[in-house]
Every structure is written in structure tokens, then in C-alpha cells.
T-cell receptor, first 112, second 113 residues
């Protein structure tokens, strides 16, 4: 079955720095790649997603890139702020969203 | 619209007891999903419904687990004869059929003692 690997498991940055989280998927049939932010005690919240017909997508300080050939996708957060501190999960699936396979998460800590 | 609602938020039960969780999706959403999340891990897919039909079940969903969505609105997840390994956060999500964005609820944290 599909497997999603996510790195790093923890990431500490200073406020204003950029943060990059990387994921690799195994199923070449996957065509939908969302990123979720999860704060303590809350459910995951979708922050950005990308489909396989697009190589990059940006939304203000957040961007996602996809390399289908290498089966890699990455989350880029610029000008990080303390409120960006949370656990971030990548996931892969299909555009019918029958199910998502999640990575193991990255704990991002942004220090003031 | 208050989003996806899950109840209870927390449940502590003794091993061997049965528990039931409820999920109320966003009202116009046809699809409803259950996931399980253990500490330090990402959510794992359990099952999903389109309207009242249960269309896919993970092999993680043992015979002790049953999910229903009788009228295509709210859903329940029941765990019979709970085991300590069932301790986890149970997450519900919903989406429009044909739309990929899924909205998650706050989850129900189950602790089996």
C-alpha cells in the first residue's frame, strides 16, 4: 500500500526564518497532496493542497512544490511567526478523496 | 455552520467495555470519514461513507469496530470489548462528494484503562 515518509520530525527556527518540510510518497497513482496543521488538542486543519497537474502552489507565506518524477513534495513557510508553531502533516491520496495516507508529522517550533 | 462536531471529546473506559462516539459532519457534506491517530503519529484511515453507504473499510477496522451513518447525516463509531491498544484519538472528517477538501473535527480521545 501507499507509504508517506516525512522529514524532519522536529524543526526549530527563529521568528522570520523560513521552514521547509519534505515528504516522499510511494504510490504513483496518488494525485492529491494536502498539508495539515494540527495544534495541541485540536483536529488537523488543511492549510494548502496541490494536485498532480501542478508543480507549485502559493498562498501568502505558504507554498507547496511537487516533483512527480521523484515522488517528492515539500511545504515551504516563509517569514515564520510564533503562531506557526504546531505539528504539520503531509498526506497523499486521490482526487476522489477516498482516503488519505498521512506522514508521521513534523513538530515546528518558532522561537521569538 | 459550526464545522464538524465530535462527541464526547474525551472518554475513559475500562478494558472490555463498549464505547460509542458520534460525529456530526458539516450539513451539506455527503462524505464522512473516520481516522485514528495515536500519539506521535499521523492519522490512519479507518472507513468512509458516501451518504449512508459505507464504501471502504481499512483492515485496521477489526470485527470489534463498527461504524454507521443511518440517515446519511451523523455517524457513530462503536468499539466493542475495548483493549488498551484502542487508546487513541478518533477523528472524523467530512467533505462534499467530488470535492477534495476534508474538514476534520476536534476528535474524541479514548483512554482504555
Amino acid at each position: 500500500g501507499e507509504n508517506v515518509e516525512q522529514h524532519p520530525s522536529t524543526l526549530s527556527v527563529q521568528e522570520g526564518d523560513s521552514a521547509v518540510i519534505k515528504c516522499t510518497y510511494s504510490d504513483s497513482a496518488s494525485n492529491y497532496f494536502p498539508w495539515y496543521k494540527q495544534e495541541l488538542g485540536k483536529g488537523p486543519q488543511l492549510i494548502i493542497d496541490i494536485r498532480s497537474n501542478v508543480g507549485e502552489k502559493k498562498d501568502q507565506r505558504i507554498a507547496v512544490t511537487l516533483n512527480k518524477t521523484a515522488k517528492h513534495f515539500s511545504l515551504h513557510i516563509t517569514e515564520t511567526q510564533p503562531e506557526d508553531s504546531a505539528v504539520y502533516f503531509c498526506a497523499s491520496g486521490d482526487t476522489g478523496f477516498q482516503k488519505l495516507v498521512f506522514g508521521t508529522g513534523t513538530r515546528l517550533l518558532v522561537s521569538p | 455552520d459550526t464545522g464538524v462536531s465530535q462527541n464526547p471529546r474525551h472518554k475513559i473506559t475500562k478494558r472490555g467495555q463498549n464505547v460509542t462516539f458520534r460525529c456530526d459532519p458539516i450539513s451539506e457534506h455527503n462524505r464522512l470519514y473516520w481516522y485514528r491517530q495515536t500519539l506521535g503519529q499521523g492519522p490512519e484511515f479507518l472507513t468512509y461513507f458516501q451518504n449512508e453507504a459505507q464504501l471502504e473499510k481499512s483492515r485496521l477496522l477489526s470485527d470489534r469496530f463498527s461504524a454507521e451513518r443511518p440517515k446519511g447525516s451523523f455517524s457513530t463509531l462503536e468499539i466493542q470489548r475495548t483493549e488498551q491498544g484502542d487508546s487513541a484519538m478518533y477523528l472524523c472528517a467530512s467533505s462534499l462528494a467530488g470535492d477534495t477538501e476534508a474538514f476534520f473535527g476536534q476528535g474524541t480521545r479514548l483512554t482504555v484503562v
